[in-house]
């Protein structure tokens, strides 16, 4: 092909202007981009975050906790009788008054600190940790889908501008087969009748037709980049690199195959949901067992307008002054629903492990169906770049040929739908080579995107 710029056509200065004050971006650039900024992958983060707060939450469960109580009430008058050193008795009606006479103020304090809780921390823990590890693997496997996203896109841009600058190239040598055959009519020369220029007009709707096809891919797949990537409402485009098929050997399957065993986000996930689910079974497990905890207490209260008799063994909850600690025991008593939990949680452990076998098998396959799609795409575009350079043989002989006078209407129509067929095919070939590249790093968890 004759050197150019990937762009759709020829444009006028002030639309060369507008493309030049564009800024351009390579598919490593795009993908960068999206990685940083697409909605779907800042959510994915955010779920990590949240799950990191759990395991924070899970790591300090050992630290003491309790509550404050705080009061402040108005107060009646209650007096000692026969005085506050021997409170025989309040009289009856103090007790029942309604009066203001004072201000009550209590304060008290109770903490609880776990001791021994038979693992159910550490499960806990192990639990919010898999969890961490799994929303991680959840992240970048949804980047890996986005960048086979960007991929598609910016090849099928490459691939729409191609196609465009073909069907001008093949348009090209129509034009001058117009003209020429317009030329005969005109002159009364020649053997081109008013039929021959029918049918070339006919060619011409055609190929315009493929080429509004071809604009149509070209804003769409811009559009769908400039989408993923945050760019929308702004100057944006990629760079002007031709359509090239990426360079590479396919390896041995099992080569890929190890590859995903150690990269792939998906494998990792799996793991980490098992790893939730034996610590889940191990913490419904500890349930059936009590907590035992260290608790202490402290509690002060005053109140002005009632007196503060002098003995330990009343009970005085308008002045009062004390602390406390001891050794607790709390154990909730419901094994039989317990029994149940614990079942059900050792059937979500087996049914993790059954769809991690399940999920296995099923990346082996996509894995094959990868190869055998990349293979049968090179294997295709050989054969194509065959058929294109055949057909563009065929056009170029045919159309001067038909300068000369020595080729008809329907010989050059012939080697123009060569043309179009085979180069389009080639085309075609070359985008689902680069994108079946593409495909096979996100399986194996390798995704840079790799350029010619």
Not at 348 to 366: C, P, V
């Amino acid at each position: 092909a004759p050197p150019r710029l990937a762009l759709a056509e020829a444009t006028p200065a002030e639309a060369k202007k507008e493309a030049a004050a564009k800024v351009r971006y390579n598919l490593r650039q795009l993908v960068a981009m999206a990685r940083r900024s697409y909605p779907g992958v800042a959510a994915a983060r955010h779920a990590v975050e949240m799950m990191e707060a759990k395991l924070y939450r899970a790591k300090w469960a050992w630290v003491p906790q309790g509550h404050v109580k705080g009061l402040v009430a108005p107060a009646p008058e209650v007096r000692c009788m026969p005085s506050e050193a021997q409170c025989i008795e309040t009289t009856a009606h103090e007790l029942n008054s309604l009066d203001i006479a004072g201000v009550f103020l209590r304060i008290e304090v109770e903490m609880g600190m776990p001791l021994y809780t038979f693992d159910k921390i550490g499960s806990a823990k192990r639990a919010a940790e898999a969890g961490v590890a799994l929303r991680r693997s959840q992240v970048a496997t949804r980047e890996d889908k986005l960048a086979l996203d960007v991929s598609r896109a910016y090849w099928g841009l490459k691939l729409a501008r191609e196609i465009i600058y073909t069907i001008d190239e093949g348009r090209d040598h129509l034009v001058k087969a117009k003209e020429k055959v317009e030329e005969q009519i005109d002159s009364g020369e020649g053997e081109a009748t008013m039929e021959d220029l029918h049918k070339l007009n006919l060619a011409f709707v055609e190929v315009d037709g493929r080429r509004l096809d071809a604009k149509k891919l070209e804003r769409y797949t811009l559009a769908a980049l400039a989408t993923l990537t945050g760019q929308r409402g702004r100057p944006f485009d990629v760079d002007t690199k031709y359509l090239d098929v990426l360079p590479g050997k396919l390896l041995e399957a099992r080569v890929y195959k190890d590859l995903a065993q150690q990269h792939r986000p998906d494998i990792s996930s799996l793991k980490a949901l098992l790893r939730a689910a034996d610590a889940q079974v191990d913490l419904e497990k500890a349930q059936f067992y009590p907590n035992f905890l260290l608790v202490a207490t402290a509690g002060a209260g005053y109140t002005s307008s009632v007196d503060d008799p002098n003995n330990a063994f009343y009970s005085d909850p308008f002045n009062f002054l004390g602390a406390g600690f001891g050794l607790a025991l709390s154990w909730k008593w419901d094994q039989v629903q317990q029994y149940g939990r614990f079942k059900e949680a050792k059937a979500q452990r087996s049914m993790a492990r059954a769809k991690k076998e399940e999920a296995m098998a099923g990346i082996d396959l996509e894995l094959e169906k990868a190869l055998m799609d990349l293979k049968g795409a090179q294997d295709q575009l050989a054969l194509m770049d065959k058929g294109a350079k055949i057909g563009r043989k065929w056009l170029t002989t045919v159309s001067q040929n038909m300068a000369v006078g020595l080729a008809s209407t329907e010989d050059f129509k012939d080697g123009l739908t060569a043309f179009f067929t085979y180069e389009l095919k080639r085309l075609q070939a070359t985008y689902e080579v680069n994108v079946a590249w593409a495909d096979l790093g996100r399986i194996i968890g390798i995704h840079a995107p790799r350029t010619p």
